[in-house]
């Protein structure tokens, strides 16, 4: 079993930035894919990023490519997400997730998944 908890969210201005970070615990899987989604009331959950094992096979949506950007420290079971230039829509609940799996995919297909941390930016 895998334990996610996101934290680092919380209330932000627009053009500020905030980092989030997912440390996970159990069988962490430190070496599989991890991903990060958020959920806006009244909508699907929507896919952010995406890492590799490695760190270096990084995938994005299209509405934060240029804004945010995730990364990961194995050593310490954490994956991180960066944002910058954060704008109203973004505000969400933010998740991250892990995968079994060693393919890195951009869909809600992952197998464990946080509580969430709430990201508000005000215009």
Do not use: H
């Not at 069988?27 to 929507?46: D, I, V």
């Not at 995730?70 to 109203?88: E, F, G």
């Amino acid at each position: 079993q895998v334990q996610l908890v996101e934290s680092g969210g919380g209330l932000v201005q627009a053009g500020g930035s905030l980092r989030l970070s997912c440390v996970a615990s159990g069988r962490t899987f430190s070496r599989n894919p991890k991903g990060w989604f958020r959920q806006a009331p009244g909508k699907e959950r929507e896919f952010i990023a995406a890492i590799g094992w490695s760190g270096e096979d990084t995938y994005y949506g299209d509405s934060v490519k240029g804004r945010f950007t995730i990364s990961r420290d194995n050593a310490k079971n954490t994956v991180y997400l960066q944002m910058n230039s954060l704008k109203p829509e973004d505000t969400a609940v933010y998740y991250c997730a892990a995968r079994k799996s060693s393919i890195v995919v951009t869909t809600v297909n992952y197998d464990y998944w946080g509580q969430g941390t709430q990201v508000t930016v005000s215009s």
